[in-house]
């Protein structure tokens, strides 16, 4: 009988799709158009319909309980993307089944559909690269759009979701879509430098984590070395967890009651992450805060955690579950206040926007009343009498020795990693029978990925091989090992304490690196008229030390009226200003071996940058907004101005010699540049598409004057350069 339904299924499934007005969908101007409220539906065609239907109606008949992951196998198809205008684009890309449980398949209008996983190969949506089409059943529907907007709102990190239409076998379905949390694209939307991201591996029943975007270290060991301290450190807590055997119930936050031990140095994530929990528990989403579902972003610079949203099983928006006092403790309660006072200050017409744009219409009058219902949950968790005591300690080793013991269970070795020498010690059964080994980047990714196999044997990996050392707290390992050494306006933090001369009444900063790993991160606070001044007379450094690329770092702080000099930078930065904002008086870089300025996920004005001597870019701009009121750059080996990846730039007064490219404008980039005098360049101005997730540049501008060129302007089919008010 399931054979013959299988059959007659296959043999009634049919898809059709549009051949008329297709287009890859690259070009500048899609921002015109391309928002998810312009999109009609999407059409999905598989290459080989019969084997995509088949393997689903297997899955769907099969008994076990949770999807099997034999039936997730990717299978080859097209997306079309259909507007409403009738532009249509047509992308190639891999789907599987997606989903732990069986509610991701199920029968509509006597058809077979299912939840799936989808990776674009040749192009991307709004961005993005993966993404996937849940049932709206499977994630509560409007309530995980509610969650996720909301979250993204406040600042935290959520996956875009939304509803929308999916054609598939000639029938519109209602899905959901949520963009994939594992990707560099998702990061670096919501202003975060591209990073290690885990979890708990689940794939062979015992709790380590994993680094899901293993990719991202390329050939870079300082990038590995940052990802072997995070999965070290997030270890620990899965180890805890498995010694309680406490997978199936919610923790005390993603954390389980430790985050005291695992945010050191800087406050600020401390309190967000208190805050996070608290609103997640508000939002009856702590499903999300069970033993496998959390997700966590390192970042590099201040090697700490920051929590990503995935799977909370809300109903906020209905009849919402108790709260679960049994999960609270006192960090939770005392951030009660400051997350009340947080939610009352939403702008909410921006947040109905927001939630519009995801096609899901909420009245204003039900918006303000589900905030006040959050905010209530908030005040009755600050009401909590005796909450637990947050830990101050964790002594992890007795936990280790266990899970050794249950590991000499398994056919399971594992794999620890010495940073000095860069080696890796695997280890069957105990400690004593052990060999050491070197691997390449490509089996490095596996290691990081817990799928490592060795002579027929599968290889954990616990991480830092001083986790066995009892003398050194594994928790307190940095790579970066910065230091606080200014704490008032702002923060400093730097390799070395000696090397930095701060006058606080002339607001004068003088650095002075003399260590070739000598660096130095301004943090999370307002530079209100300092002039900072750099007096490198180092012979060697390295390009980039623990993945900082700027031998200076601006992190987080808002700029006034400050002056900037540097000469002989060797570091790949000579500045990098990072989630900045405010207006820079005046910059001076002389003599930089690579890129004099870098500034990323900013919003900055300079009045006035005058750069000789750069051995790359003379300033690169990437994902923010930015105002150049005067400039001189001249010896720029590669470009004057690089504008890249979704950023904006307004310039005028432009002088730039002696260089590859005068203005580059590149992966959907837009520039308006006035009075421009750019001399002896390969290309004046130029606007292209360089990376696959992003469309092509735009250049709009007025009054240029360019000579000894090669060729004026340079452009691609998906990019323009245009001339105003000629």
Not at 5 to 29: A, E, G, M, P, W
Not at 484 to 491: G, L, N, P, T
Request: aromatic share 14%; proline share 2%.
């Amino acid at each position: 009988n399931v054979k013959l339904v299988l059959f007659l299924f296959i043999l009634f499934t049919h898809q059709s799709y549009s051949k008329d007005n297709k287009t890859q969908c690259r070009v500048y101007n899609l921002h015109d158009y391309a928002k998810i409220s312009d999109i009609e539906f999407f059409q999905i065609r598989f290459n080989k319909t019969k084997k995509w239907t088949k393997n689903l109606f297997k899955a769907y008949v099969n008994t076990t309980y949770n999807l099997a992951p034999q039936f997730k196998k990717r299978y080859n198809s097209k997306i079309f993307i259909h507007y409403k205008n009738g532009i249509i684009c047509e992308l190639k890309a891999k789907i599987r089944l997606n989903g732990d449980l069986r509610d991701h398949i199920n029968i509509i209008n006597g058809k077979i559909y299912s939840s799936m996983n989808i990776k674009l190969l040749d192009g991307h949506f709004n961005g993005i690269r993966e993404f996937k089409l849940f049932l709206p059943e499977t994630k509560k529907q409007n309530n995980e759009i509610f969650v996720s907007t909301f979250l993204r709102e406040m600042g935290y990190l959520s996956p875009k979701t939304f509803n929308t239409k999916v054609r598939i076998f000639d029938e519109n379905i209602d899905y959901l879509y949520q963009e994939s949390p594992h990707r560099k694209e998702f990061l670096e939307k919501l202003n975060r430098k591209e990073g290690p991201i885990l979890s708990l591996d689940e794939s062979v029943g015992i709790g380590l984590a994993k680094i899901r975007n293993y990719e991202w270290i390329k050939e870079d060991n300082q990038k590995f070395i940052h990802s072997v301290n995070a999965l070290t450190r997030l270890n620990l807590h899965f180890i805890n967890i498995g010694d309680q055997n406490r997978w199936e119930e919610s923790l005390v936050g993603t954390l389980d009651n430790y985050e005291n031990i695992f945010f050191q140095k800087y406050d600020d994530f401390k309190t967000n992450y208190d805050l996070y929990n608290n609103l997640i528990i508000s939002l009856g989403s702590e499903a999300h805060m069970t033993g496998g579902d959390p997700r966590f972003y390192y970042d590099t610079i201040t090697e700490n955690f920051e929590p990503i949203y995935n799977d909370g099983d809300s109903e906020i928006l209905g009849i919402t579950k108790k709260i679960n006092y049994k999960i609270i403790n006192k960090n939770i309660v005392k951030s009660s206040d400051l997350l009340r006072k947080k939610i009352k200050n939403i702008d909410i017409d921006k947040l109905k926007k927001e939630l519009e744009k995801n096609n899901f219409n909420f009245s204003k009058k039900n918006l303000e009343n589900t905030l006040i219902k959050i905010s209530n949950r908030s005040n009755n968790i600050a009401k909590i009498q005796n909450p637990i005591e947050p830990a101050n300690d964790l002594n992890y080793f007795p936990k280790i020795e266990k899970f050794l013991l249950t590991l000499n269970k398994t056919n399971f070795g594992y794999i620890t990693y010495n940073i000095d020498k860069d080696t890796f010690l695997f280890c069957d059964k105990s400690r004593q029978d052990c060999f050491e080994k070197k691997l390449d980047f490509i089996k490095k990714q596996k290691v990081l990925r817990q799928n490592y196999l060795f002579n027929d044997k599968n290889y954990l990996f616990l991480g830092d091989n001083n986790i066995f050392n009892k003398k050194k707290n594994i928790l307190d390992n940095s790579y970066t090992n910065l230091s606080k050494v200014f704490d008032k306006e702002f923060k400093i933090f730097s390799t070395y304490l000696n090397e930095l001369k701060v006058d606080a009444k002339k607001k004068i900063i003088i650095f002075e690196p003399k260590k070739e790993d000598s660096r130095i991160v301004f943090y999370n606070g307002k530079i209100d008229e300092w002039k900072i001044f750099v007096k490198d007379r180092r012979e060697i450094t390295p390009r980039t030390y623990a993945n900082l690329t700027g031998c200076v770092t601006f992190y987080k702080i808002n700029f006034a009226y400050t002056k900037f000099k540097y000469e002989k930078s060797l570091c790949e930065d000579a500045f990098n200003f990072i989630q900045s904002n405010g207006i820079i008086s005046y910059i001076f870089v002389s003599d930089a071996k690579y890129d004099a300025l870098d500034f990323d996920f900013s919003n900055i004005k300079i009045k006035n940058v005058e750069i000789t001597n750069s051995g790359n870019d003379c300033i690169d701009f990437s994902y923010g907004s930015y105002v150049i009121e005067k400039s001189d750059l001249n010896n720029c080996l590669d470009k004057g101005i690089s504008l890249g990846e979704g950023s904006f730039l307004e310039a005028r007064n432009l002088k730039i010699k002696n260089a590859e490219m005068g203005v580059a404008s590149k992966d959907s980039s837009s520039s308006k540049l006035q009075n421009l005098d750019i001399n002896n360049v390969t290309n004046c101005l130029a606007a292209y598409n360089k990376k696959k997730e992003f469309n092509g540049g735009k250049i709009e501008y007025s009054s240029l004057f360019c000579k000894y060129y090669k060729k004026k302007l340079l452009t691609d089919k998906y990019s323009e350069i245009i001339e105003i008010n000629k």
